[in-house]
């Protein structure tokens, strides 16, 4: 079966400062994986996302993660915090079967963002 | 390109009733989840609609049900409610045909009294 694991609920940064926020995952072949934003009150919004080749994946509003095989691991990262940036973050494990997809959410990491 | 739009936004409703949800998913994508989140269970998978066929379905009871229409549009119910089923119900619409690029919508807040 597979699962996501997001160790830390909260984690609070000064803005300026460096961010990362730890997803493990266990999925039986290569997985799918993604990370999403949820602002209160909102959906999710998709940040980025792997599914083969380069383990460094970037995308959108300044967020990278990189995918660990040996680790089991899709760690999100951001250089720079803007304050902006504080909402809910989901990472999501899953795969494909007959064309469909079903993902594993994390339980979130949410981020508080000291001016 | 308009977004996933999911109707009504806000619902309250008595235990014992019936609800139904809707969800417009973005121009051109066939493919249609649900999901139900939770402070409790977090975000779970309730099923998904691929040209009006159910693909795939998660662990729910069978209170939950879905459909899809031809134009894609879907819609969920949720029969004889119960307290825990207050939940955001959050709709995810997709190409499909392997394309997992899932766009959600704003969600429905359901609270059931």
């Known amino acids: 079966a597979q699962s996501v694991t997001q160790p830390d609920i909260h984690i609070t940064v000064s803005e300026g400062a460096s961010l990362e926020l730890r997803c493990n995952y266990s999925?039986?072949?290569?997985?799918?994986l993604f990370w999403y934003v949820q602002s209160p009150g909102q959906g999710l919004q998709l940040l980025l996302k792997?599914?083969?080749?380069?383990?460094l994946v970037q995308g959108i509003k300044g967020f990278e993660a990189e995918f660990k095989r040996s680790q089991s691991s899709f760690n999100l990262r951001k250089p720079s915090v803007h304050w902006s940036d504080a909402a809910e973050y989901f990472c999501a494990v899953g795969g494909a079967s007959g064309g469909s997809y079903i993902p594993t959410f994390g339980r979130g990491t949410s981020l508080i963002v000291h001016p | 390109k308009a977004g996933v739009t999911q109707t009504p936004r806000y619902l309250i409703k008595t235990r014992g009733q019936q609800v139904t949800l809707s969800c417009s998913p973005i121009s051109g994508h066939r493919s249609v989840s649900w999901y139900q989140q939770t402070p409790g269970q977090g975000l779970q998978f309730l099923f998904e609609?691929?040209?009006?066929?159910?693909?795939n379905k998660g662990n729910f009871p069978g209170r939950f049900s879905g459909r899809q229409f031809s134009n894609s549009r879907s819609e969920m119910n949720v029969s004889t409610l119960e307290l825990g089923d207050s939940a955001l119900y959050l709709c995810?619409?997709?190409?499909?045909?392997?394309?997992?690029?899932?766009?959600f919508g704003p969600g429905t807040r359901l609270t059931v009294t």
């Open positions: 792997y599914f083969s080749g380069d383990t």
């Open positions: 999925y039986g072949a290569t997985p799918y």
């Open positions: 609609y691929f040209s009006e066929t159910q693909r």
């Open positions: 995810a619409s997709s190409l499909g045909q392997a394309n997992y690029e899932q766009y």
